[in-house]
């Protein structure tokens, strides 16, 4: 009986119910909807990005290879939940494997502090073309951008395999129902019927390195950006600089207040209903939205769309 209990106690289930908004079910086609149209819009628009990146001669700067790797990063945030959710919202069925489930939150975790470190590149980027402008060629050289982009990916990689051996080793005490769209550190920290004490300071300290950190850098940036472009005289060079760093600012607001919200609260004020739903934005809607400001915002990426879809055109006439 003693082994049938601690059996109980420690062997992990073989699925989990992922509730999503089984609650409301008159809200479930209308999810579908959106959810499936913003992730043909977040695949569309990403993919557009990385194409006239790698393809267009002029978008061959720093600032674009590190744009072509967030919107990499946005492509497979959408690709590792909204299928799944898309699965579970037309299914009475909402199940996801136990595999399954630790596969999806550790490539959401890792995808998530891959993008804090590239959007504080990207920062460090518009500081030295603004701040440093005669220097820029000579510091934000190719090797360079690659070796911050490399560091963004391994150190992802890192603080998510540690997430990943804490998690997995959390019993549940039978439980299956986990109160989210899809698998996440939180709400599985949430679910354990253990003691999470290790599993909450280690995400709290983890996170909070990888999120305020960049998150100071970006800021400290932006500081020096705003007293150089104080420094312009002339209005049309001010406005030039402030459109080159705007869009970058918006998606970093869309990417970090969501994520502080997310993860930098004590674990006993976390709301799972509120939480599923901020997942839900920062998963789905920012990816969707930031090849869009980009696009919007920036005349060389609009000019690079333009020369590919002429040229695309051209090809298909012949």
Known sequence: MRSDNQSYFWDPPKDFILLGISDRPWLELPLFVVLLGSYVLAMLGNISIILVSQLDPQLHSPMYIFLSHLSFLDLCYTTTTVPQMLVNMGSSRKTISYGGCTVQYAIFHWLGCTECIVLAAMALDRYVAICEPLRYAVIMHRPLCQQLVATAWLSGFGNSLVQ????????????????????????????????????????????????????????????????????????????????????????????????????????SSYSQEQGKFISLFYSIITPTLNPFIYTLRNKDVKGALGRLLARTGRLCGR
């Open 164 to 267: 990943v051996i804490l998690t997995v080793k959390l019993p549940f005490c039978g439980q299956q129902v986990l109160n989210n769209f899809f698998c996440e550190v939180p709400a599985m920290i949430k679910l354990s019927c253990a003691d999470t004490t290790v599993n909450d300071v280690t995400l709290a300290v983890l996170v909070a390195f990888f999120v305020l950190v960049p998150l100071a850098l970006i800021l400290l940036s932006y500081g020096f950006i705003a007293r150089a472009v104080l420094r312009i005289r002339s209005s049309r060079g001010r406005h030039k600089a402030i459109g080159t760093c705007s869009s970058h600012l918006l998606v970093v607001s869309l990417f970090y207040l969501p994520a502080i919200y997310m993860y930098l609260q004590p674990p």
